[in-house]
């Protein structure tokens, strides 16, 4: 790391000092507060009953936190700055924040149900899909638990066949995206360059990391040095630390009663 990149790399660490705050929150050893009667969290989850809203958004918020703890456990206790690695980690914790957003952000309560439902149905197809492949005898087909899940919908006075509807995350992402900065589409393309470095994908290789052309390449060819681009690293981590952050923003709001 040279002086160039010393200020961004300072800038990243500042931004994960919020770690420490969040992973007392999410401690299993710590009592948690849960939504307040009276609010319209704790309203959501009688109505969602056994899929509780607040709870897949707490859930979801952990699953954020994680890689969040160990990208800095990395770079601040390792001393190790990776090229590729910490977009996988970015990349699980943008979306992991974002679908606590997507679920928490609508003020339409019907909207929230819906969105809930729809993750627990996601949730049901890709649990079914993977489990099959090792054992095909479930008692019950993932179409059954689907089907439970259009009752519950219909019971609440939601549309049943939206709320089972297939979402998949770049939809949750974009919705996210647009909560955090309406009009900016930083949000998605974080998310993009971030699954993109994940899946190997040249593109993002020329786009996310600092390239220093080598002589002797063939006619046609270029040979290039690549190192971490540390500045595109600190924007990546900003975008999913504040969408972390207006999460749990989200959940706190939600959890507390009007009045």
């Given at each position: 790391m040279d002086e160039q990149d010393r200020p961004h790399y300072d800038e990243i660490l500042r931004l994960l000092s919020q770690v420490d705050g969040w992973l007392a929150r999410i401690d299993p050893d710590t009592e948690h507060a849960r939504p307040a009667a009276g609010s319209p969290l704790h309203a959501d989850d009688e109505r969602v009953h056994p899929f509780e809203t607040s709870h897949a958004a707490w859930h979801a918020?952990?699953?954020?936190?994680?890689?969040?703890?160990?990208?800095?456990?990395?770079?601040?206790?390792?001393?190790a700055i990776h090229m590729y690695a910490p977009y996988a980690?970015?990349?699980?914790?943008?979306?992991?924040?974002?679908?606590?957003?997507?679920?928490?952000?609508?003020?339409?309560?019907?909207?929230?149900?819906?969105?809930?439902?729809?993750?627990?149905?996601?949730?049901?197809?890709?649990?079914?899909?993977?489990?099959?492949?090792?054992?095909?005898?479930a008692v019950r087909t993932a179409r059954e638990r689907v089907d439970e899940l259009r009752d519950l919908a219909r019971r609440v006075g939601a549309n049943a066949d939206v709320a089972v509807r297939h979402v998949g995350y770049r939809e949750i992402v974009e919705a996210a995206g647009t909560a955090l900065a309406p009009g900016s589409p930083?949000?998605?393309?974080?998310?993009?360059?971030?699954?993109?470095?994940?899946?190997?994908d040249f593109w993002t290789t020329l786009n996310a990391a600092e390239r220093v052309e080598l002589p002797g390449a063939p006619a046609g060819m270029v040979s290039l040095k690549i190192t971490a681009d540390v500045e595109k690293m600190r924007f990546a981590t900003d975008v999913a630390v504040n969408m972390t952050m207006l999460g749990w923003r989200l959940h706190d709001e939600r959890s507390r009663a009007p009045y």
């Open positions: 918020l952990s699953h954020a936190i994680d890689p969040l703890h160990c990208l800095r456990s990395v770079l601040r206790d390792a001393h980690l970015i990349r699980a914790a943008l979306e992991n924040a974002s679908a606590a957003v997507w679920m928490l952000h609508p003020r339409s309560r019907t909207e929230r149900i819906t969105r809930r439902l729809r993750f627990a149905a996601l949730d049901v197809r890709s649990g079914d899909r993977a489990i099959r492949l090792i054992d095909d005898s930083a949000t998605v393309f974080v998310w993009s360059l971030c699954s993109g470095i994940t899946h190997g």
